[in-house]
């Protein structure tokens, strides 16, 4: 996400994506210090560690991770904070009453946030380790039927307006959005290229992950905003549609909300930041969320299961970490 945007809640594991990482699974022979310790050595005399979680599946499946090792190897104990991705987040970090968040999609930073890294008060730590990209999507259906809509191009007509068309909508066609919260442009570069379509939002991953897979499951068009690594790309075989190149200026009026925006989200490598007091409260942690690194195929093994198969996020995660020891013992070194 994006903040977002964007980018995977029920939706979000659904999805598959790219930029690779070594997950090899230790060997059996490998030592047993590989394994994570099964109880906190955490005494009263240290802090709570306040991690950010942003409203999609991957960046609570990132905290988990991280709050599941940073109690269980450095034995701090550690909540998980809730926050959309906007200002509250960051003054959260600024003012040190939250200490870290560990995907931030660099796309939907705006100018006023980037005032906190500039002053100091917040610190970027580091790329996360996953690419992420936001964008518009269709099932692949819908372009084999429809060769055109594989770009913008082909939603400029009021054929393509009246194949998206609802109720709600009228005699334009329905852009389905999500969470208004998350970094989008898309009322903006609807605008802007002058397409006779209107965002709708469904309010949260879970309700786009409804509302497409009706549409899947009946053959019907859907034109929506998502983003990957996700899972729901996969199951429901989305294609990403082709917008106009994105270009550092289209960039610039996104970072600085002048509307301008006419331009294709661009690839994001996502990167963690964390609270310039977290360094003096817990240098250990400090460095720990340093070196904390999940990359996309990390992102795509641990989201089936959380967002297809419903396992719970903390579960999935302490899979995640039996299974590559190799991994996270060196973001503890």
Not at 6 to 34: H, K, R, Y
Not at 105 to 124: H, L, Q
Not at 246 to 259: E, F, I, L, N, P
Not at 316 to 322: G, H, K, L, P, T
Request: hydrophobic share 40%; net charge negative; proline share 6%.
């Amino acid at each position: 996400m994006k903040k977002r945007v964007i980018a995977t809640a029920l939706f979000a594991a659904l999805l598959v994506g790219a930029c690779g990482g070594d997950n090899t699974e230790p060997a059996a022979s490998e030592p047993a210090a590989q394994e994570p310790a099964t109880e906190t050595e955490s005494g009263d005399d240290k802090p709570t560690i306040n991690l950010i979680v942003n409203p999609w599946s991957a960046s609570r499946l990132n905290a988990e991770v991280a709050k599941h090792l940073i109690e269980s190897e450095l034995g701090y104990p550690v909540e998980i904070t809730e926050v959309n991705e906007n200002d509250a987040m960051f003054t959260g970090m600024a003012d040190g009453t939250l200490d870290a968040v560990l995907e931030i999609w660099p796309s939907g930073v705006t100018d006023a946030e980037n005032a906190y890294f500039n002053d100091g008060s917040v610190v970027n730590i580091g790329e996360l380790g996953a690419v992420g990209k936001i964008g518009w999507f269709v099932p692949s259906y819908v372009v084999e039927q429809h060769p055109e809509l594989a770009t913008w191009e082909g939603y400029t007509t009021d054929e393509a307006a009246a194949l998206f068309a609802t109720a709600e909508t009228g005699d334009q066609g329905r852009f389905l959005g999500t969470d208004p919260s998350y970094s989008q442009y898309d009322e903006q570069i609807i605008s802007n290229l002058d397409l006779p379509f209107q965002v709708i939002f469904s309010g949260s991953e879970p309700a786009t992950v409804a509302e497409v897979d009706g549409r899947v499951s009946a053959g019907e068009p859907v034109l929506l905003y998502w983003w990957t690594p996700t899972a729901a790309v996969a199951k429901y075989d989305l294609v990403n549609v082709a917008l106009p190149e994105y270009t550092d200026t289209c960039g610039a009026s996104a970072a600085a909300g002048d509307g301008g925006v006419d331009c294709d989200y661009p690839e994001d490598v996502l990167f963690k930041a964390a609270s310039a007091k977290l360094q003096e409260k817990a240098p250990d942690v400090f460095s720990f969320l340093q070196k904390f690194s999940i990359t996309t195929d990390d992102q795509l093994e641990m989201l089936p299961p959380m967002e297809i198969d419903g396992d719970d996020p903390a579960a999935v995660a302490e899979a995640w970490i039996a299974a590559h020891g190799d991994v996270w013992s060196a973001w503890l070194d």
